[in-house]
T-cell receptor
Framework: DVKVTQSSRYLVKRTGEKVFLECVQD?????MFWYRQDPGLGLRLIYF???????EKGDIPEGYSVSREKKERFSLILESASTNQTSMYLC????????FGQGTRLTVV | AQSVSQHNHHVILSEAASLELGCNYS??????LFWYVQYPGQHLQLLLK??????LVKGIKGFEAEFIKSKFSFNLRKPSVQWSDTAEYFC?????????????FGSGTQLTVLP
């Protein structure tokens, strides 16, 4: 079974902090994605990557950046956390039949 | 940019009722289409997918979806729902070629099935 592991289930951070969300996959999938999930808005794509060091902006990249130094790891960075970034963050791999991590519920206070 | 619209935000049905959830996408090229389901407290999981061929695709748990290219639609159906189908359903689309495939989801439909 493909495993997509996100480093934290729950995270509480203060406004202005730099926040790192980590995602690791154990298969050799090229594509990796970061989404945020909010009630009534579904999953909105923040960034995606199709290879090491390659990244593409999704629909809502503002306030976020990403890093992919190794194929198995895709990190989402909140440069300066704000309260409107309180959300559930989901990592996924592979564009066809995506596999999802368990999600990180981030609260910014 | 591709986008996905799901018209129903919340659907409430009684057990044994028939279900149809609407999904429309906007993308000019050839697409792959998906329905994902998220049961309460669980991961998103794939329900069914369409890549090519027969436009009527069957998925798990008795669900099916029909791809109508002329209408840019991929509606999800089930003849008789069960209480255990209560979940949130997401339609998704990705382009069928290229390495930089963006996987885009709709806003989701919460289905509540009353016993």
């Amino acid at each position: 079974d493909v495993k997509v592991t996100q480093s934290s289930r729950y995270l509480v951070k203060r406004t202005g902090e730099k926040v790192f969300l980590e995602c690791v996959q154990d298969m050799d999938h090229e594509n990796m994605f970061w989404y945020r999930q909010d009630p009534g808005l579904g999953l909105r794509l923040i960034y995606f990557s199709y290879d090491v060091k390659m990244k593409e902006k999704g629909d809502i990249p503002e306030g976020y950046s990403v890093s992919r130094e190794k194929k198995e790891r895709f990190s989402l960075i909140l440069e300066s956390a704000s309260t409107n970034q309180t959300s559930m963050y989901l990592c996924a791999t592979r564009a066809t039949e995506a596999f999802f991590g368990q999600g990180t519920r981030l609260t910014v206070v | 940019a591709q986008s996905v619209s799901q018209h129903n935000h919340h659907v409430i049905l009684s057990e044994a009722a028939s279900l149809e959830l609407g999904c429309n996408y906007s993308y000019g090229g050839t697409v792959n289409l998906f329905w994902y389901v998220q049961y309460p407290g669980q991961h998103l999981q794939l329900l069914l997918k369409y890549f090519s061929g027969d436009p009527l695709v069957k998925g798990i748990k008795g669900f099916e979806a029909e791809f109508i290219k002329s209408k840019f639609s991929f509606n999800l159906r089930k003849p008789s729902v069960q209480w255990s189908d209560t979940a949130e359903y997401f339609c998704a689309v990705t382009s069928s070629s290229g390495s930089a495939r963006q996987l885009t989801f709709g806003s989701g439909t919460q289905l509540t099935v009353l016993p």
